[in-house]
């Protein structure tokens, strides 16, 4: 069966400090793993995806995200947090096998903060 | 930005009503969702369609029902609306293989009173 971890419901971080938002997956094949942000009262906005190749992908707004196959992760990062960061952040995986059709499990979410 | 539309944004409506809250994707996109969420917390599937007449209930219970009669258009309706069925409700679509991402809609939040 598929799932996704998300440790940590909150993440606090000073403005122009890294973050690292963490994510771990379950899947019985090789992954899609997608990064999604959420801001209040607005649907989910894709940031970035993995499918095969770099371990780092870049995405949108400065964020990237580092997948880890021994370690079943899939971490978001940036190296200088804005204010404007803030935001719920969801991340999702798909097992390329097709097993269980094209449903994407997405993890609870975790909220992050940038401390002006 | 968003290509995919989601009417009513809010709505407050009284117990037993009949409703049904609107989705349309104008990108062509054969796959549709529904999900279900409380405010700032992780989302459900209720609905799912891999195209024109294909709808499957998703992992989440739900009394409401879908129709995918037109690519472009994925409604969901309550019969017969309660209270527990506050909640905000998104619509999300995606195209080609298993590798793209999902685009959502700005959701619908339902208040039944």
């Known amino acids: 069966a598929q799932s996704v971890a998300q440790p940590e419901d909150q993440v606090n971080v000073a403005e122009g400090n890294p973050l690292t938002v963490k994510c771990t997956y379950s899947v019985s094949g090789n992954p899609y793993l997608f990064w999604y942000v959420q801001y209040p009262n607005r649907g989910l906005q894709f940031l970035l995806k993995y499918i095969t190749g770099d371990n780092l992908v870049k995405g949108s707004y400065g964020f990237e995200a580092e997948f880890n196959k021994s370690q079943t992760s899939f971490h978001l990062k940036k190296p200088s947090a804005l204010v404007s960061d803030s935001a719920l952040y969801f991340c999702?995986?798909?097992?390329?096998?097709?097993?269980?059709?094209?449903?994407?499990?997405f993890g609870a979410g975790t909220r992050l903060f940038v401390k002006a | 930005e968003a290509d995919i539309y989601q009417t009513p944004r809010y709505l407050v409506i009284g117990t037993g009503k009949k409703i049904t809250l609107e989705c349309s994707q104008t990108m062509g996109h054969d796959k549709m969702y529904w999900y279900q969420q409380d405010p700032g917390m992780e989302l459900h599937l209720i609905h799912y369609s891999y195209g024109v007449n294909s709808t499957e209930k998703g992992d989440l219970s739900s009394e409401s029902t879908v129709s995918r009669i037109r690519t472009e258009h994925f409604p969901l309706t309550l019969e017969s609306a309660r209270p527990s069925h506050t909640s905000q409700y998104l619509c999300?679509?995606?195209?080609?293989?298993?590798?793209?991402?999902?685009?959502f809609g700005d959701g619908t939040r339902l208040s039944i009173l």
């Open positions: 999702a995986v798909r097992d390329q096998a097709g097993t269980g059709g094209f449903k994407t499990i």
């Open positions: 999300a679509s995606s195209g080609g293989g298993g590798n793209q991402p999902q685009h």
